[in-house]
C-alpha cells in the first residue's frame, strides 16, 4: 500500500502537523507515514496528549496503526473506513502512567473537522488539561474558534464541567458535533471592521479572590488607556491544582480574536494582565482581521471549502505555513500566503474541487 508521507520536522515541527494530518487523513480515506515527529521539541515525539489524539481519530475511522506509542517519532496510520458519528470518551491521562495534563483542546482540534462533516450527531467527553501553556485554552475554544467555525457552517457547542491546569490536570469539557456540515462556507475577513466589544475572564483555581481580581482590574485600565471598555469577569473556581490565567475575547463586524496568559509561581496577577492585554493591543493596532493562531486553526477547515476564503493575519507565523504545507501535502487545497503593510500578511485559500472527502461519500 502507497502511504502519504510527512516529514514532521517540517517547518515548526511540532505537534501540529501530527494533528492536521490526522484529521486529512480521517476525512480523506488517506493513508500516511508520519516520520520525524515533533521533531523541532525539547522532548521529540509522541506525548500523552499526541498519542490521544492518534487513538481518538483513529477511533472515527478504525484506523489501523502503527508505532502508536510515547515517545514514538514513526506512525502508520490507516483508515479503514469513513468517519463515524456516535459518542466517545477521551482521556488523557490513560495515555501516561501516573497522569497527564495533556491540553484536551488540542485533540478536540484533531477530531472536530472529521466529526463535523461525518453524517449524524457526536458527542465527546475529554478529560485532562483544559487551561494549560503552550495550547489553547477552553476559554478560547468556546469564544473564538468555535464561533469562527460556525461562520463556516460547523455546528459544535462545548461546555466546561471542571477546569484542569497544568501540572495535574484531571479537567473535564463535553462536546457536541451536529454533523453533516457540507458544504462548508469560505471564510472572508480581509477586513475585520469596527470593534464591537471587548469581553473577558479572570480566572484562578485554588487561589484567593483577590488574585483574578486584581487581574481583572489591572486589564481594564490598560484597555481603557488605549481608549478600548472592557467587560472582564473575576472567578473563583475549584480544581485538581492550583492555577490563574486571563482570557480575553475581541469581538469585530467580520470576525473574532482572543488572547490568554497564564500564572505561574512568582508572576503577578499584574504582569498576567500585562501579556494579555499586551497581545491585544499589539493585534489591535495591526489593523489585521485575525490573530496569528486563529488563523493557523482554520486552514484545515477552510480548504475543505468549496469557494475560496481570503483573511488578513496579524502575523504569519510558523504554524500557519507549516499547517499550510500540510494541507497542500494532500492535495485538497492550495495556500497562498502573501506578506502584507507593516508585517501582516494576506492569507488565500483555493479549494481543490476534485478533493474527495471520506467523511462525506
Known sequence: MDLLRIDGSYGEGGGQILRTALSLA????TAVRLENIRARRRKPGLAAQHLTAVKAVALLCDARIEGADLGSQTLEFIPCRSVRAGDYTLDVE?????GSAGAIMLVLQAILPPLALAEGASTVSLRGGTHVPMSPPFDYVRE?????LARMGVRAELSLIRSGWYPIGKGEARL???GGRWPLKALKARNRGTLQAVTGRALAANLPAHIPERMAARAQRILADAGIVAAIEPAVLQAACAGAGLFLTVRYDHCL???T?????????????????GALLAHY??????????????VLLAALCPEE?????????????????????????????????CGTGLVRIRGNPSGVCHAHP
Do not use: M, Y
Request: include cysteine.
Open 26 to 29: 480521517a476525512l480523506t480515506g
Open 94 to 98: 490513560e495515555a501516561r502512567e501516573g
Open 144 to 148: 473564538v474558534w468555535l464561533p469562527t
Open 176 to 178: 457536541t458535533v451536529e
Open 257 to 259: 480574536a482572543g488572547f
Open 261 to 277: 496568559a497564564l500564572g505561574q509561581r512568582g508572576k503577578t496577577a499584574e504582569r498576567v494582565a500585562e501579556e494579555a492585554c
Open 285 to 298: 493596532r495591526s489593523g489585521a482581521a485575525l490573530e496569528e493562531h486563529l488563523a493557523d486553526q482554520i
Open 309 to 341: 476564503s481570503l483573511f488578513s493575519v496579524e502575523r504569519i507565523s510558523p504554524h500557519l505555513t507549516t499547517n499550510a504545507w500540510v494541507v497542500e501535502r494532500f492535495g485538497l487545497a492550495r495556500v497562498d500566503i502573501r506578506p502584507a503593510d
